[in-house]
């Protein structure tokens, strides 16, 4: 059976000889863009130069990025086969370089001679075309020809599927100016009717399974409409997971290696077996797979739980465990037996996790008894609210299930009381309870709530590009100082763990157990104060990633970077430099640009961890 890791060095060796760069696996918090929440897609690190910027690795760039969509796909997890909330995306990108007919042929002769798929489950999707572009034909001629290099015909409508914008148009946004084109998904058929010849992967959907999607940009949007762009770009993904489960010959992406090793210790732990499928067994297992995967990755990435942003997502991922974890039986530390084995298994793309295992579990150890005390702390009070709402004299059942449903979703949003469980309580309770009807209504009531948080995100996290204000680039120079003047006052041994700043202010997180003392702080302050008076110029240079390594520049420890990095430095020369690191940039050109800054706010986020605040005098 060929291995995730194996598909993953056969892409990128694939690419690589089609002459791609490839580029680091960054952190699943965003870099410097406080507009997004999480990295959700591939393409993050390559806004900037899909608008025009030129890359510093070339036109043609490959990764391979860790990507997570909680509030997305979080509701299909455990119910399907395929969804999850973490995953990895493979990525190729062509910034005016190549175009249709090159994208198509080589991810064909990748998927067939590389990964060995059968051509004859192949399927695939166009652009349908409508008012503001026509049908997308080059593509609809370029597979035809790609299935008949295999000996098989492409006939429309039973091999090659045209659907609208909704399915196959890509769109940065509506403003004028934006970037958007047609995309073409190719689908593999999972499902037992032969070879699928004939279905619409549409109305088929749980027989085919997409892997990948080439986005080809050539549009900008006008007054009238959109035009026709001179650079024209493409932007491909896929699902590393979902390659391995057609791959590997799976009908089910938690069978797969990605997955399965997490699903073992499951069985083992909980004495259930996994392979019913449909069971509420099957279903919790999912979850706790999919989100112990989840949540060791946020936390890879220096995520703490929390009551907001990331961290608020690592704690929801933790007590869906937890919730899930009941229903197999296991009522305790559920982390400290699982951690290990996501940390063993993806020890092939994040070898450091192997060293932060012992401190997640403890982490995620807390997190799991705080969450456990707050079930036990909500069943009294959920008591007191079911005697004061409920009454159980009245002779109609739609009433007491009504109230009861009340109640139920009360404590589940107010106290994190599992639905799950009031339910079990509520049928020992009130024998008559309309199952239906209770879940029914906590579902509308959820809803509601979940699009008022839904918003609430939205608003605050509503764009996904970076702001590269003057002032925010004043900022990311100033990141690189403060994490030098750290470096001079704490010891060598300060690391950044994730950093977010906007036009008012920077935030820092690194590893520091107590919070700074007036004296450090001030010691601090003024190094980066005098940094920025001697106006020190700020350079950066492209080279070899050993070669970068061996400058003692400064980098993440978790991704991986291509054979070419970008080192930026803050002083005359690379070997004087104050302060020298693996990053993308931008910066400003010296650091006489910058204002004296401060340190106005310190906090701690979890065990070892200190995160500051700095912004301009």
Not at 21 to 39: A, F, G, W
Not at 85 to 95: E, I, V, Y
Not at 253 to 272: M, R
Not at 572 to 580: C, G, N, Q, R, T
Request: with cysteine.
């Amino acid at each position: 059976m060929m291995k995730s890791s194996e598909i993953l060095d056969k892409y990128l060796k694939f690419f690589e000889e089609k002459g791609h760069k490839q580029i680091p696996n960054v952190s699943l918090v965003p870099e410097n863009d406080p507009t997004l929440l999480y990295v959700n897609s591939g393409m993050f690190p390559l806004v900037p130069y899909l608008s025009g910027a030129e890359h510093p690795q070339g036109k043609r760039i490959m990764n391979v990025q860790r990507c997570l969509r909680f509030f997305e796909d979080l509701e299909n997890v455990g119910e399907t086969n395929r969804h999850t909330t973490a995953f990895h995306m493979l990525g190729n990108w062509s910034l005016g370089d190549y175009f249709k007919k090159e994208q198509l042929e080589w991810f064909y002769e990748f998927l067939v001679d590389e990964l060995g798929l059968d051509i004859n489950r192949i399927y695939a999707s166009v652009f349908a075309g409508d008012k503001d572009a026509p049908k997308d034909e080059v593509s609809v001629e370029v597979i035809k020809e790609i299935f008949g290099k295999y000996g098989v015909e492409a006939v429309e409508e039973k091999r090659i599927f045209a659907y609208g914008k909704e399915d196959n148009w890509w769109q940065r946004g509506n403003a004028v100016g934006e970037l958007g084109g047609p995309d073409s998904e190719v689908f593999y058929y999972i499902g037992d009717d032969g070879d699928g010849l004939g279905k619409n992967p549409a109305e088929f959907q749980d027989e085919f399974l997409e892997i990948g999607n080439s986005v080809f940009m050539q549009y900008i949007k006008s007054e009238s409409g959109w035009d026709e762009l001179p650079q024209k770009n493409v932007d491909f993904g896929g699902g590393l997971e979902r390659m391995a489960m057609v791959v590997q010959g799976k009908k089910d992406i938690y069978l797969t290696d990605n997955f399965y090793p997490i699903i073992e210790k499951l069985v083992e732990l909980s004495g259930k077996e996994y392979v019913s499928a449909g069971t509420e067994v099957q279903k919790s297992m999912r979850v706790v797979a999919d989100h112990m995967r989840a949540a060791t990755f946020l936390a890879m990435d220096g995520v703490v739980p929390s009551n907001k942003d990331q961290g608020y997502i690592l704690r929801r991922l933790l007590r869906l465990v937890v919730r899930a974890g009941r229903g197999l039986g296991l009522e305790k530390d559920i982390s400290v037996s699982l951690v290990p084995v996501v940390a063993s298994a993806f020890l092939w793309i994040y070898p450091d996790l192997e060293k932060m295992k012992g401190e997640i579990q403890e982490t995620f150890k807390e997190e799991e008894e705080k969450f456990r005390e707050t079930i036990k702390r909500a069943i009294p009070v959920r008591e007191k609210e079911i005697l004061k709402g409920v009454d159980f004299a009245s002779d109609n059942a739609t009433n007491i299930t009504t109230s009861l449903s009340s109640c139920a979703t009360v404590s589940c949003l107010s106290h994190g009381y599992p639905i799950e469980m009031a339910l079990e309580d509520d049928k020992e309770r009130y024998k008559d309870l309309n199952e239906d009807l209770y879940l029914k209504l906590h579902e509308k009531k959820l809803r509601e709530h979940q699009e008022l948080s839904r918003a609430g995100a939205e608003d605050k996290f509503k764009g996904g590009l970076a702001d590269h204000s003057d002032e925010v680039l004043r900022y990311h120079t100033a990141t690189h100082l403060l994490h030098h003047a750290l470096r001079q006052v704490l010891g060598e041994q300060i690391r950044q763990h994730g950093s977010n700043i906007t036009g008012e202010r920077l935030r820092f997180d690194f590893n520091h157990a107590e919070k700074l003392t007036d004296d450090q702080t001030k010691e601090i302050e003024k190094i980066i104060n005098e940094n920025i008076k001697k106006a020190l110029p700020v350079k950066f240079e492209i080279m070899p990633k050993e070669k970068a390594l061996e400058t003692g520049a400064l980098h993440a420890f978790n991704e991986k970077y291509g054979d070419s990095v970008k080192v930026y430095y803050i002083g005359e020369d690379l070997d004087s430099a104050i302060s020298k690191e693996f990053c993308g940039g931008p910066h400003v050109e010296n650091t006489s640009k910058i204002s004296p800054v401060e340190i106005f706010k310190q906090k701690n986020i979890g065990k070892g961890m200190l995160r500051v605040y700095l912004r301009s005098v």
